[in-house]
């Protein structure tokens, strides 16, 4: 159960080589963020774990041998965000760049196509970000992460507390005003 069926140095690189070629794979196949996967995404995803595990574990069926398996995940893993996040290069390098899917209210076929994205993924996107429809959208862009970003056009933004208080503040105004234009009438 703890003997370790396969040199250690050898376990270190299945997996470090594993998880390179799975990220290469992922960063070649586009921006979906997990929030975004549908049905086939996820079946691929489960797919691939299965298909992948040999490569990591060899003949090792051990505790330790799995134990060293995953600590060299989670290292690599916790290597490669250090490095994103202190090395621009690295991030645009592993994560890409955003991607602008919606330009003016209209869709960027282009960039859509590329990413293999649907209008339907895109309008249900922009509702669940407070517009109605794309023609209220100014920009939309895809960030590295998947995740849609949407700026509306001003006129479709919703007001802020900020907003409502100035108004708020602009009417007590006004009415103070008008009650000292109509007490000097008097």
Do not use: C
Request: aromatic content about 4%; overall charge positive; cysteine-free.
């Amino acid at each position: 159960m703890f003997a370790v069926q396969v040199p250690v140095l050898e376990k270190v690189l299945r997996t470090i080589l594993v998880y390179a070629t799975i990220v290469l794979l992922f960063r070649l196949t586009g921006k979906r963020g997990l929030a975004q996967l549908n049905t086939l995404d996820f079946t691929v995803l489960f797919l691939l774990s299965n298909v992948v595990q040999n490569a990591v574990i060899g003949n090792d069926t051990s505790f330790s041998g799995g134990a060293i398996g995953a600590v060299t995940l989670v290292a690599t893993s916790n290597a490669l965000n250090w490095l994103i996040a202190h090395s621009g290069r690295a991030a645009r390098v592993l994560e890409g760049t955003p991607t602008t899917v919606i330009a003016d209210g209209r869709p960027v076929m282009r960039e859509m196509r590329r990413l293999a994205l649907r209008p339907e993924e895109i309008a249900h996107a922009v509702r669940m970000q407070h517009g109605d429809d794309l023609a209220d959208v100014a920009t939309g862009v895809i960030e590295p992460s998947g995740q849609l970003m949407v700026t509306l056009k001003p006129a479709e933004r919703t007001a802020t507390r900020h907003d409502i208080e100035d108004v708020l503040d602009r009417l007590t105004r006004l009415e103070t005003r008008i009650a000292a234009e109509h007490n000097r009438a008097r």
